[in-house]
């Protein structure tokens, strides 16, 4: 047994000692079946509440505000090349803004500029520098400033402007310029103020004062720039620099770019066939070629009303002479299609004075812009009707009139005196003139009887050759034109104002026809306003001739085989027409001077549809004499008319092209509250509109929507835009 035992452990230890390495391990089985989720643990206790912070400010309030929008400067600083503009923004009654727009309707854009004033050696003012440009470093709005409200309550912002301001001189004259614009219930109002200060403190000594905003509004009234937001020309002048042009590269300097727009069609680059337009940021060219200044532009003080104003005449400059002379040229060698300055070259302005001081020399500046109107020295002359006697129907009137001469009897009856022409002219009736008629005083073509009434006090009798017409009724007017030119025909004319005067025919007393606009209105504009070579400058005379029944048939194309319509040149539908200008929906061309000849039979049209008008003609009352433009028309205001005129020569007849027998084929009236309202809006629309309201007899229903207190009466539906 012990023997079995012990080969039994021999074997066992021979097996363990002949073991092979272990196997790879097996592959693992699947994953067996998620066990149920534990039970949540308890919730831990509440921490201790925290201490109780500050108290907020209180939260603001959204208010109701009212139209308009006013701006006030309350600060301006310059502080470690930063400049910071502190300001004020309300509505039209007061109340405060939000700039914003969160708690007052209607935000307010705020826009602002800053240059300083260089100054010439000589001491007159140059251009000003910029301080914000754009990115092409044209003097601009600036750009990337930082808002900040210091007051709510009371609208009051700041502005630190992006632009780095670092004053070359501190000394030196800044401006700064601060507009706002505000969309309040479909109407945007705009607001500026331009402030001149120092930034070392005090006040300006230095300053440029040439132009003033109120010498513009004589005609703009008011004067809007890109989209009616710049309204100071001293804000106009602060950017439009030396560094300023247009799209297309043209200087858009203040002085050279006024000039030349106001100069318009009589550039001599213009007249020579040439355009003056400028290229706006939109791409655009806007063509201010047939732009026609409606005084004489010679008057240069007219607009040039600051102190430093005659600088225009004793400091000349090219760049500003060559802004209305643009074809002069004062180079060496002249370009092609300009002219050589009379003086020769001229590199620079040092020698100008030579030949061009303030006045005198062999070309005074002042000499050579003197005009009829603005000369000293030219001869008053002054006409006055004293009486008009012989007015009844069937006799001849005979007018006593004065003459004076710088305030002093002139005896016209003298050979060596005589007014180169004198015309009376007499117009009817009164309620609405119908016709005119016209006899010639002295000068060529005289008529009737001219004599002495009280020859050493310049008073004279003129008996008419042309009597009053037998079925005349009412009252008449009578007026007076007449001029002297000492230098002949090539010299200028020196004329009188045209008196006029009313006289009875069948009433009792003379009833004055009405007065619908004022002279001062008109010469806001016009300086003088002049018609017919300045012989006619009293808009009380130009109705004479300018009346219900005249149409423009004499100065009006004549070729053969043309049949042509001549318009309406009563005054309110002529007027307005050429008023409205490149504003009319439709075409207005008048026939102008010369009148057509064989040799021309196509005459002197002129284009008025072209005519742009620069102030806001929605303000009829900017012309009209109180509410002389509201309807309804007085009884008796005669309706206007075209005329159609048909050629009935044979062409055969003779060799030119021109008509010499034509006939009236149609005429069509337009109703006297019809023409003055279309001489403006003169849509084909309107136009059917006013016929639709218009009877078959001529009684006109206009004021039934537009008369004083209707819905659409004329006074509120022509308010001026913001």
Known sequence: MRVWWAGLVCLALAVVGCAGPPGEAGLTGPAGPSGEDGTSGVDGTDGTSGPTGPTGSDGKT?????????????????????????????????TPLDRLGKYTEGAVDVYASLAWLDIKPSGDPGAYVSYTVD???????????????????????????????????????????????????????????????????????????????????????????????????????????????????TSVELAVM???????????????????????????????????YPAELQNCDYCHTGDQGKIWNSAPQKKICLSCHDLTSFDDVPPPGTIAHAGGPQPDESKCTVCHPTAGGIKGITDVHLTPLTDPAAPVIEIAIQSVQKTAPGETPEIVFSVKENGQPRD?????????????????????????????????????????????????????????????????????????????????????HNPVAFVAVTDAAPVPRREVVEETSCNRCHFQVQGHGGTRNNPQYCVFCHNANQVGDDRISRFEGETVEALSLGMAHFIHRIHTGADLAQPYVLGGFPAPTKANPAGTPIDFGEAPFPGDRSKCWTCHKGDSFRLPMPEGVLPTKTTTLQCVEDPAADADAYCDQRIVVAETPIYPEAAACTGCHDAKAVVAHTLTTTTASGLEACDTCHGPGSDYDVQKVHQPKP
């Open 62 to 94: 959204p208010y109701l505000v009212d139209s308009g929008l006013k701006l006030t400067l309350q600060d301006v600083k310059v502080e470690f090349t930063k400049a910071t503009v502190t300001f004020r923004i309300t509505d039209d009654k007061g």
């Open 258 to 292: 006024v000039h030349k727009i106001h100069r318009g069609r009589s550039l001599p680059s213009v007249v020579a066939g040439g355009s003056y337009a400028l290229v706006g940021a939109d791409m655009a060219a806007r063509d201010y070629s047939g732009v026609g």
């Open 412 to 496: 016209i009856l003298d050979p060596l005196k005589p007014m180169t022409r004198l015309i009376a002219t007499v117009a009817g009736p009164t309620t609405d003139y119908a016709s005119f008629w016209q006899n010639t005083a002295q000068g060529t073509g005289a008529t009737g009887s001219l004599a002495a009434e009280d020859q050493p006090n310049g008073v004279f009798r003129y008996t008419m050759s042309t009597p009053i017409p037998l079925l005349a009724t009412g009252s008449y007017a009578v007026g007076i034109e007449g001029y002297i030119q000492p230098g002949g025909a090539a010299g200028p004319r020196y004329a009188a």
């Open 135 to 249: 990115a092409a470093g044209k003097p601009a709005a600036d750009q990337g400033g930082k808002f900040t409200e210091v007051d709510f309550d009371n609208g009051i912002d700041s502005d630190a402007l992006g632009a780095t301001v670092d004053p070359p001189d501190p000394q030196k004259t800044h401006t700064l310029g601060l507009w706002a614009t505000r969309t309040f219930e479909g109407s945007t109002y705009t607001a500026e103020v331009v402030k001149s200060f120092v930034p070392a403190g005090g006040d300006p000594t230095q300053k440029r004062d040439i132009v003033r905003t109120d010498a513009c509004n004589q005609c703009h009234a008011p004067l809007k720039a890109h989209g009616g937001a710049i309204r100071d020309v001293q804000l106009c002048v602060a950017c439009h620099t030396d560094k300023t042009f247009d799209e297309a590269g």
